[in-house]
Structures are given as structure tokens and as C-alpha cells.
């Protein structure tokens, strides 16, 4: 385990303030987001698509501290003019975005025979709960306290964890 001092230093460049109490369970959350990525041919990644610029940085923040590869995109048409999406990826996609909602970008997917696993943040409504399910869209309800979108995302891969 890295000082004190370094790993403050290391937390500063990611907005993190590490204080002698917090260190044990922040540390090593931080320790491998930081220094324990799998190779990139092994990474999962995680495509996050939504509007809100300060939603899609939170949640890229806290999925990359979890050692997930995070893209973030700010409407549905950007995510669908990328030409590279990684093999291991996952969509995290809001469903209230102007032009194009995340059903209808996970559709379009599907269209280009895409199977990309999805998660679809949003208010709670079960007639949009039954419309995710038939497309095969895990849906996790706002606000997303606690960890309800980290195991949404586990799920979508399949139950698997990431670098440890």
C-alpha cells in the first residue's frame, strides 16, 4: 500500500480528498481505479449516453473509481455516428433526451444487429419498465443513491467483476 502522502497526491488529480480516517476502503477503491486496469483487450467499458453534462461526469466518475472504461456521449446521435465501440461494452443511457430517447437508441442498435447490453436510467414508470424488459434493457430508477447503477451494470456484463 502507497503512503499517505502519495496517495493523496494521486486522489487530488481526480477531485478525491483522502483523509487519514477514510483511507483504508477509499484507498483501495482508489488504489485500483488508478493503478490496477486490466488491459484494454480485457476492460469492460462502459458507454454512458445522456444530456446532462454533470449526470453523465458523476456517473463516469463513479463507475471508472470502480475500474470500469468509461465513454461518455452526450446525445444518442453522437453514440451512433462512433465508429469504434468497444467488444466488452455496456450502454448506460437516459431515457428523457431531446431528439432521441434511450429506448430509441437502444433500438437502433439492435437495427445494426448490435446485442450491447443496456441500462436505462430514469424516473419510475412501469409502462416504461415493460417496454426496457421487452427490449432486454435493465432499468435502474433516479435518483440512483447507493449502488442500485453499479450492479445494474455487473448484471449487464453478466455478473462479472471487475479488476481486483
Do not use: W
Amino acid at each position: 500500500m502507497p503512503n499517505l502522502t502519495c496517495l493523496k497526491a494521486a486522489a487530488g488529480r481526480y477531485g478525491i480528498k483522502i483523509d487519514s480516517a477514510a483511507t483504508p476502503n477509499r484507498a483501495r477503491k482508489l488504489i485500483k481505479a488508478m493503478t490496477l486496469r486490466q488491459p484494454l483487450s480485457a476492460a469492460m467499458h462502459v458507454l454512458v449516453v445522456d444530456d446532462d453534462a454533470a449526470v453523465r461526469k458523476s456517473i463516469k466518475f463513479a463507475l471508472e473509481l470502480e475500474g470500469f472504461e468509461v465513454r461518455d456521449f452526450s446525445s444518442a446521435e453522437e453514440l451512433l455516428i462512433e465508429e469504434s465501440i468497444p467488444p466488452r461494452s455496456c450502454l448506460v443511457v437516459d431515457y428523457y433526451m431531446p431528439e432521441m430517447n434511450g429506448l430509441e437508441l437502444v433500438a437502433r442498435l439492435r437495427e445494426r444487429d448490435s446485442a450491447l447490453p443496456a441500462v436505462l436510467i430514469t424516473g419510475s414508470d412501469d409502462n416504461l419498465r415493460n417496454r426496457a424488459a421487452a427490449l432486454g434493457v435493465i432499468m435502474v430508477d433516479k435518483p440512483m443513491l447507493g449502488a442500485p447503477l453499479l450492479n445494474a451494470v455487473r448484471s449487464a456484463f453478466g455478473g462479472e467483476a471487475t479488476s481486483s
